[in-house]
């Protein structure tokens, strides 16, 4: 762990650099070093079978210094940029596997691969710094540390995938709540849930109420109209037509 990490402990003076990036390109450079780890990872299952135990514990190494580098390259970008930054799957997946000394699990390995979730660390053509495809004729010579995976971002940002940031937020402080407010608001709600179910139905009565009334009106009228016109009948007069009632003005007559 300590070959891991110590490039790492003596590689911090070049931090300054990245106090005026943008969150977009924090995110974009988070992006980038998933992506290292996800063709690095697709190479070690092509040629892990070839490899002697110790290039294979030479590759894991190399491995886990890339992993490592993205998660301090996400801690950084994270706290400078107030938590908008998220982890790529690949990255999220391979830290899991590492801090579960599962590096070299093969079915694991394809199983994080064979995905893509979020789309950001998708496979680019070509990388700078590629210590993998040649492992291990070129393993000695590149050493992968958040310094120079920031360096090699630089070369290739413009062939990155378009990023996406976490949306800003408001914090949620509930230091300062009692145990027993929680149970006071949900009391208050469920009484409120009630009272709005008492108007609803309130409501639905009177509107029925209404609906009833409004039939019993247009029955009389219709009552009205058949006993007017059998009295016009009776004394030989012909039977009025009315048109529709209307709210405004007197109803339209026409004798026959």
């Not at 301090?72 to 400078?80: H, I, R, T, V």
Request: charged share 20%; proline share 5%.
């Amino acid at each position: 762990m300590s070959t891991t990490i110590s490039p790492l402990i003596h590689d911090i003076d070049f931090l300054f650099q990245f106090r005026d990036l943008s969150t977009e390109t924090f995110q974009l450079l988070v992006n980038y070093s998933s992506c290292r780890c996800r063709a690095i990872i697709t190479c070690l299952l092509t040629k892990m079978a070839m490899f002697t135990p110790k290039e294979l514990d030479d590759f894991k190494r190399k491995l886990g210094m890339e992993i490592v580098s993205g998660s301090f390259l996400l801690g950084l970008g994270s706290m400078l940029h107030l938590d908008r930054l998220h982890s790529p799957y690949i990255l999220r997946q391979a830290t899991k596997l590492i801090t579960n000394n599962r590096t070299l699990d093969f079915d694991a390995l394809v199983n994080i691969t064979s995905t893509n979730y979020d789309g950001e660390d998708v496979l680019l053509a070509a990388y700078s710094g590629n210590w993998w495809s040649d492992f291990p004729r070129e393993a000695s010579t590149i050493l992968p540390t958040p310094r120079s995976i920031y360096e090699w971002f630089q070369a290739q940002a413009p062939g990155m995938p378009r990023t996406v940031l976490m949306p800003p937020y408001d914090i949620l402080n509930l230091s300062h709540v009692t145990a027993e407010e929680p149970d006071e608001a949900y009391d208050s709600a469920t009484q409120a849930m009630k009272d709005i179910e008492s108007d609803i139905k309130h409501s639905s009565l009177q509107i029925s109420r209404a609906v009833r009334s409004i039939a019993v009106i247009d029955a009389a009228i219709q009552d009205f109209k058949d006993a007017e016109n059998r009295a016009l009948v009776a004394k030989g007069k012909a039977p009025i037509h009315r048109s529709a009632l209307h709210l405004q003005g007197e109803p339209v007559q026409t004798q026959a």
